[in-house]
């Protein structure tokens, strides 16, 4: 779909800014409605014409344009669109530091120190990815997902502070 296209079917669309989307599209089998019903927020609405199986779907967003990518945005702050998106840096992160992890629970390093050198790595930059074991499960398996919260990014969890209850770290992160 082409940018002329998109700013026909999304009001405000390349302007950095809307507060709603109106989509128009075609829709073979209208038994879906029901489950396309269920997965709408509260500020959105769905009609459908039964004679031309047109559907509208009108969602509550704002789009966000963010280092040359528009985002649509839900009034939550979340992403409007249920599409996974894998952040690869931090699944990285994640994977190798279970890994590590693992290793030093196992007692195969000793150190943080003695991992580093069979890494090649610094002790710093371990203990940095390190902190993304020590994440919820509910976490962790968003970030796999490519679901994770938007505040939940590598850079965030590598220099903020990361507390081990994960109740706090769920409201950090607002999953």
């Known amino acids: 779909m082409g940018s002329r296209d998109r700013r026909r079917l999304i009001p405000g669309w390349g ?3 809307s507060d709603r989307a109106d989509l128009t599209c075609q829709y073979q089998r209208l038994g879906g409605l029901v489950q396309i019903q269920e997965r709408l927020g509260p500020g959105d609405d769905l009609t459908a014409d039964a004679n031309d199986d047109q559907v509208t779907v009108k ?5 966000l344009r963010q280092g040359g990518v528009t985002r649509a945005i839900n009034p939550a702050g979340g992403s409007a669109i249920d599409q996974p998106r ?3 840096a931090l699944t990285s992160a994640l994977i190798r530091a279970e890994a590590w992890k693992r290793r030093l629970l196992k007692g195969e390093v000793a150190t943080v120190n003695h991992l580093a050198q069979t890494e090649g790595v610094t002790a710093n930059y371990i203990s940095r990815i390190l ?3 020590f994440l919820a499960p509910d976490l962790k398996a968003s970030i796999l997902q490519g679901r994770q919260p938007p505040a939940l990014t590598l850079q965030a969890v590598m220099t903020g502070d990361l507390p081990l209850d994960w109740q706090v770290q769920r409201q950090i992160y607002r999953l």
């Open 15 to 17: 302007r950095g800014l």
């Open 59 to 63: 969602l509550d967003l704002r789009l």
């Open 86 to 88: 894998r952040d690869q």
């Open 131 to 133: 902190r993304t074991a």
